[in-house]
């Protein structure tokens, strides 16, 4: 099983619509796909249609209690099952404030779901992180062993990397050895843009410079695939379904498509392209 974080603490770069639309592409691709809601605004829920009414349970109280990961995991299609959030996750920072080992609860709890199996439950586990470097995102990348860091292709996408990059190379030494950062998806990518171009040239001269640093973001490099900006991608959360299920034509499912088969290590390009034209 592949652990994923979906992390970035600037708003607004793509982060939940990855999250969300890439579990949703491996799932049509076959793989079996759980999908963590980690951030309190509960935006990856609400993509998915999952609006949790007063008083059921969530990865608030997974997190905060004895709930386990299996009383609140929920089926929502044949490959794709989702740990939801609630607003009060955002209580969860000032709760765990004072509890000790409060960075490894959610590693704890993965470890005892992950035991009542024979085998992992899901090919690719993969966690919306709450756009911040508190106590839910060390949660994170105490529990999953890559990291996946989306940007927008503007000149202040490289605002904060280098802070978010220290701490995963903190928790790395102190917390998590298994942990890398995988790779960077460049997200509202607009490829007729000079500033698109410069721009990512700029994050891979950034990330091409470090090859030879010992930390763990050392062999990070940028997806082939690019996001590109799609309206589709943005109405439907609207309508509480992935991409797949609102524009299953559109470009970024394409788009997310092709990062799927990226991210499996599948050849991309043509095939996507021969399976859009089929399902046409």
Known sequence: MRSIAVINQKGGVGKTTTAVNLSAALSEAGQRVCLMDLDPQAHASLHL????REGEKSIYDVLTGDTTLAEVRR??????????AH??????????AGEVGREVILRDKLVADLATYDQPPYDYLLMDCAPSLGVLTLNALTAVDEVFLPLQPHFLALHGLSKLLRTIDIVAQRLNPTLKL??????????????????????EEFFSRRTTSPAVWSQAQSFTTRIRR????????????????????SHGAEDYRRLAREVMGLPIGEAVTAELEARG
Request: proline share 5%.
């Open 75 to 84: 089926q929502i299609s044949q490959n794709l099952w989702v740990i939801p």
């Open 182 to 203: 995988t790779g960077v998806v460049l997200c509202m990518y607009e490829s007729g843009t000079r500033l698109a171009a410069e721009v990512t040239n700029d994050v």
């Open 49 to 52: 249609g999952l609006a949790l």
């Open 230 to 249: 799609n309206i589709r991608l943005a109405e439907a959360p609207s309508f509480g379904q992935s991409i797949f299920d609102y524009a299953p034509q």
């Open 87 to 96: 607003l009060d996750l955002a209580a969860a920072e000032m709760e765990l």
